[in-house]
């Protein structure tokens, strides 16, 4: 299919940047400030990072305030403006291990180590409308917080921020494979610097899941434990909680960069890929993303699982389908560029039905013709 530039309606364009701008502020109500952004709409601020691929939670929140909370929009303008920036360190790998928890759950144990820390979650609220909400000023948040510092015992408070992993207790039983498969390309692959080849290392695929568009990664992982595959894993541990990022640099000093809150999902499912023969093993389908965004990273781990025992018959287990339609600005940019004029292909096309057409006709004409023609021979 060939495209031809269009040249023309600068003004309608710039009309219509005039319009988007009318229809949100013709309600005249007060403009939403940055920080009330970033903090009141913490969750999507999250969500744009990840799916931007920047940890950059005051652009994120400014991205959303630009595109009125179309995540989509966010995450375009987030990723364009990360191409922008001068890449000067590298980050170690991260230890989360070392994650400041505000959040641990564990569905494989009732009692784990430093135990269930149930943190902010809406898991076991009722989804219901919240009016109060409405009549919600400064003065009532300070009398809440106020309130809820007042409720916390210090005594009680807990001196370790740090815990060991639910799958140690599968690693020291040895019910969890460390081996990887005996063909799987472990380079460490970078996607924002290499054009994707398939089969993709793993470290691309889960950079790849990490970026990927959250409700088409948990479209893909929906599908493989309804059926369309055969990977229904158990989360291990969830965790959510700030990690320490470091770097080296250019003197090959270690530095201390930072801390960023991060999602950690770890999927045990069966390791179905030894020998028939072989005594069962567990295996583990990991999901990291930045922000609190648990669907995400469980769903990020369920397809991870499912991706390395590959089936072409399901989507969910072939590496090919999940990247390509899971990745978000490519996705994005390709249905909206539908609606960018097409007037060359389209014309082209629809002179095609019309010779189509004009054949079919002619034929039909011809064949009552002949049909005519021998009933009169018949008479």
């Not at 990020?300 to 072409?312: D, H, I």
């Amino acid at each position: 299919m060939g495209y031809v530039a269009v040249k023309g309606g600068q003004d309608a364009i710039e009309n219509a940047n005039k319009l988007v701008d009318y229809f949100r502020w013709r309600g005249k109500t007060t403009p939403i400030e940055l920080d009330q952004a970033r903090t009141q709409m913490r969750l999507a601020v999250d969500r744009a990072m990840g799916e931007g691929s920047l940890y950059a939670p005051a652009h994120a929140a400014l991205a959303l305030l630009q595109v009125e909370g179309d995540s989509f929009e966010a995450a375009f303008h987030l990723r364009a403006y990360r191409a922008t920036l001068e890449r000067r360190y590298f980050a170690e790998v991260l230890n989360t291990r070392e994650m400041f928890v505000h959040r641990r759950i564990s569905s494989t144990f009732r009692e784990i180590p430093g135990g269930q820390i149930l943190g902010p979650t809406r898991d076991f609220s009722f989804r219901l409308l919240k009016p109060t909400l409405l009549n919600a000023t400064l003065g009532s948040i300070e009398k809440f917080i106020a309130n809820l510092r007042d409720e916390v015992d210090p005594s009680k408070l807990h001196a370790i921020t740090t815990y060991k992993k639910v799958i140690d207790i599968f690693l020291q039983e040895g019910w969890m494979s460390k081996q990887t498969g005996f063909d799987e390309d472990r380079r460490v692959f970078d996607v924002t610097r290499e054009a994707i080849k398939f089969p993709v290392p793993r470290s691309g695929t889960l950079q790849m899941l990490a970026r990927a568009e959250t409700g088409a990664l948990m479209c893909m992982a929906y599908s493989t434990m309804r059926g369309f595959g055969d990977s229904h894993a158990t989360v291990g541990e969830l965790r959510v909680g700030d990690v320490p990022v470091r770097i080296v640099d250019k003197r090959g000093r270690r530095r201390y960069a930072g801390r960023i809150k991060v999602t950690e999902a770890e999927m045990v499912g069966s390791d179905d890929r030894g020998p028939k023969s072989a005594a069962p093993k567990l295996s583990i389908g990991y999901g990291l993303c930045f922000g609190q965004n648990e669907t995400k990273a469980i769903c990020m781990g369920v397809v991870e699982s499912a991706l390395r025992e590959p089936n072409p018959d399901n989507p969910a287990n072939n590496q090919e389908f999940v990247l390509y339609h899971t990745e978000v600005i490519e996705a994005y940019g390709f249905t909206n560029h539908l609606k960018l004029p097409h007037y060359v292909t389209f014309q082209a096309d629809l002179e095609g039905f019309r010779r189509v057409a004009r054949i079919a006709e002619e034929k039909e004409r011809d064949e009552v013709a002949a049909i005519a023609g021998a009933e009169d021979n018949d008479d």
